[in-house]
């Protein structure tokens, strides 16, 4: 039998093996649970000394109910069959300190073999897990043993794990020792509870969450340079189906570890072809593994467990223990925490049922609102003149309304065509502004050489050469918000039919506009269509179709 006190034992080697880093009183020491500490890292207690950390997450908007700024695009209109783009809204489970918005709380590490130990014993894993080598693992020593403690907990079902978050629930929350909730963050001085998290939570925050909303890379397929994959992610390319300890690699922007690679990870929902719609089937996990090719890895990529998989072989039905698959927890609060909490949500929904709902992806798809409405309209035909053949008497009536119903129809497809011309028209506006902004710079590079040149023959030049810097330093910033404006309309009018963009383009160009500005409704024509077709905004190609049309166009 197996010693109960080992899991305390563990803890104590794993310390002494590992050494504390220098300390601040912003950054806990280094321990076998969190071998990374940074700024931030909230620590939550576990059995045996042993401890689990987690990052917060900040959400944009301060509204409970909705927010334009939470509305995000998930997804990868490049990836595969299960990754197409989504627009969503995120949301936090916790109000931030300063009151304003919401905070999501995640693991910074994936969930290790240690911290299961810790909860549920030796024991315990040794029956749940189906890894072969498992059995070694109590005659292991230094550092091999703090390695084998540290690994992602993998290899075991998925209602091991849910087991495993349970019991951990129920330690924090014993009475006897209020001590354990201290670090919890509170809804109305209710305190969370762990969970796993939902994809739309995973997703947000590998991508980078608000930081990278900000900075215009949140729709990147990953959330840094895939020259620093390897710095940052154990893929098959570097890891050959070998899981490794957790905090190896670099933290991502946001100060978590091997959210990509390494283990996939399980989330809370049940797995869809898409994430709001198709049949229900597995566990969606994410991330990736070491048996991910670096190629695949991205941010948007899923995939689904199946928690009970058939075996063909043996004609049954198994429990799916995966050797790359494994789990990273969340912190969670109930929606309605008490009658005052529940009194706010009520008061604030009749505004955004009236002001907000019908704008966000849960009150509209992605197509135009108003294409919908015509297509509801057109919907009504068949309904009417069934009416009128199985009510002739009220023949008079119902032409009537039919003929309604038909106007209705035209002004709604003469308001979309105005829509769509007014959108590629302030499009195009945009579009121009940048290219001529891209000559310009064009003209400064030459005058920096030519400045630099001198300046390296005379001082006196010097200063002339930081004034041209200035200049491009500024046009650069005019590019790419020129840039930012021109990708919002672009989107925008991915969402119209496209024969409503056709006129719309067709007829600015009927206008006979000059040069430039016709060149940049062609390049608008298929930025358009494009972003109708994948369902993803791509600036960096749109810049370099701008770059190249104009970089040394002459107007005139």
Do not use: C
């Not at 069959?81 to 627009?87: D, S």
């Not at 003209?443 to 002339?464: F, G």
């Amino acid at each position: 039998m197996i010693n109960r006190r080992l899991p305390l034992f563990i803890a104590l080697l794993l310390t002494l093996l590992i050494g504390p880093l220098p300390a601040t009183a912003a950054v806990p020491p280094a321990t076998p649970y969190n071998p990374r500490p940074a700024e931030g890292d909230l620590i939550l207690p576990m059995p045996g000394e042993a401890e689990m950390v987690f990052r917060s997450v900040a959400v944009p908007g301060g509204g409970f109910w909705a927010d334009q700024d939470r509305t995000i695009q998930i997804g990868d209109a490049t990836g595969g069959i299960f990754e197409g783009l989504q627009r969503t809204q995120i949301s936090g489970s916790f109000p931030a300190d300063n009151g304003e918005g919401w905070l999501i709380y995640l693991a910074k590490y994936e969930l290790t073999q240690g911290q299961f130990i810790a909860v549920m014993g030796m024991d315990a894993l040794m029956s749940a897990s189906g890894d072969p080598d498992i059995e070694s693992l109590p005659g292991l020593q230094g550092r091999a043993l703090r390695e084998a403690l540290m690994q992602p907990l993998s290899f075991v079902a998925y209602h091991d794990v849910v087991a495993f978050i349970h019991r951990y629930n129920q330690w924090l929350f014993d009475p006897e020792h209020p001590e354990r909730i201290t670090a919890l963050p509170r809804l109305d001085d209710a305190p969370g509870f762990l969970r796993l998290p939902t994809e739309q939570e995973w997703e947000y925050v590998v991508r980078g969450g608000l930081p990278a909303l900000r900075a215009g890379s949140f729709n990147d397929p990953l959330p840094f340079s895939p020259r620093q994959l390897n710095e940052h992610a154990w893929h098959l390319g570097n890891a050959r189906h070998q899981i490794r300890p957790v905090g190896l690699r670099a933290a991502d922007g946001l100060g978590f570890h091997d959210l990509l690679g390494n283990v996939q990870e399980m989330t809370a929902g049940l797995f869809r072809p898409e994430i709001w719609q198709g049949k229900p089937g597995g566990v969606a996990v994410r991330g990736g593994s070491v048996s991910t090719p670096a190629t695949e890895l991205r941010s948007a990529l899923r995939a689904e467990l199946d928690v009970y998989a058939w075996d063909a072989d043996r004609a049954q039905v198994l429990e799916r223990r995966s050797f790359n698959t494994g789990a990273r927890l969340a912190i969670g609060a109930n929606v309605v925490v008490s009658s005052a909490q529940r009194s706010r949500i009520e008061q604030e929904y009749e505004a955004y049922r009236t002001e907000l709902r019908r704008s966000m992806p849960v009150g509209r798809t992605l197509d135009n609102r108003v294409a919908q409405a015509a297509g509801q309209i057109s919907d009504a035909d068949p309904i009417i003149e069934r009416l009128i053949e199985q009510n002739p008497q009220l023949h008079e009536s119902l032409a009537a309304i039919q003929a309604l119903t038909i106007n209705a129809r035209e002004q709604l497809e003469l308001a979309q065509r105005e829509a769509a011309r007014s959108l590629a028209q302030d499009a195009a506006r945009n579009g121009v502004n940048l290219s001529v902004y891209l000559s310009r710079l064009t003209r400064l590079a030459t005058t920096l050489d030519s400045a630099r040149r001198l300046a390296e023959i005379s001082t006196r030049y010097q200063e002339q050469v930081e004034a041209v810097e200035r200049s491009i330093a500024e046009l650069d910033e005019a590019v790419s918000m020129q840039l930012q404006a021109y990708g919002e309309k672009v989107a925008s009018l991915g969402d119209y039919q496209p024969e409503h963009l056709d006129m719309a383009i067709d007829f600015l160009t009927e206008q006979e506009p000059p040069r430039r500005e016709a060149m940049v409704l062609e390049l608008l024509r298929v930025h358009a269509e494009t972003f109708a077709e994948q369902r993803r905004p791509d600036r960096d190609t749109w810049l370099e179709d701008f770059r190249s049309s104009f970089t040394d166009f002459i107007d005139g």
